[in-house]
């Protein structure tokens, strides 16, 4: 099996720390639908858990290779941070999370993570230039979004 392999995104976004922060760890089961995720068309979320510094969620989706499934366990650490072990049947992933406020009302958000698939996996493993292209456009779509939805809130 291989092993772990590690990745970083980073992804500013137009909009104050603390909406930022609220809106990144808000976890809904209508999260993909910012993004745009392929997998949202067939994906449900369940939130098992939710504490102020806690949220637990399950994934359950179809990426047209058969049945997903993964489990999330995410630990808050406000104002700015936050950090997210999952388990799931393709993959284990551990991932942090920083937001730093940038001039401007604007916020910048570091993603690294690290992930390796589980040792029954068959699922194809792409590579780490693809993985961040594909998640750097995931986050810039959810830029555009929390951008809108703060606007919509009228701060």
């Not at 099996?1 to 137009?14: N, S």
């Not at 808050?76 to 993959?91: A, F, S």
């Amino acid at each position: 099996m291989p092993g772990w392999r590690t990745y970083r995104v980073t992804v500013d976004f137009d909009v104050p720390l603390a909406f930022a922060f609220r809106w990144c760890t808000d976890y809904t089961p209508h999260d993909g639908m910012f993004s745009g995720e392929d997998r949202t068309i067939h994906l449900q979320r369940r939130i098992i858990e939710r504490t102020n510094r806690r949220v637990v969620f399950e994934n359950l989706y179809d990426e047209g290779r058969g049945w997903g499934w993964e489990r999330h366990i995410v630990t808050l650490h406000p104002p700015n941070r936050w950090h997210c072990e999952g388990k799931g049947n393709h993959q284990e992933s551990i991932l942090d999370y920083t937001l730093t406020a940038l001039p401007g009302s604007r916020t910048r958000c570091d993603m690294r993570w690290r992930s390796r698939p589980v040792a029954h996996s068959r699922a194809a493993r792409p590579s780490a230039v693809d993985v961040e292209s594909y998640v750097t456009g995931l986050w810039k779509k959810r830029a555009r979004s929390l951008k809108r939805e703060y606007q919509q809130s009228g701060r």
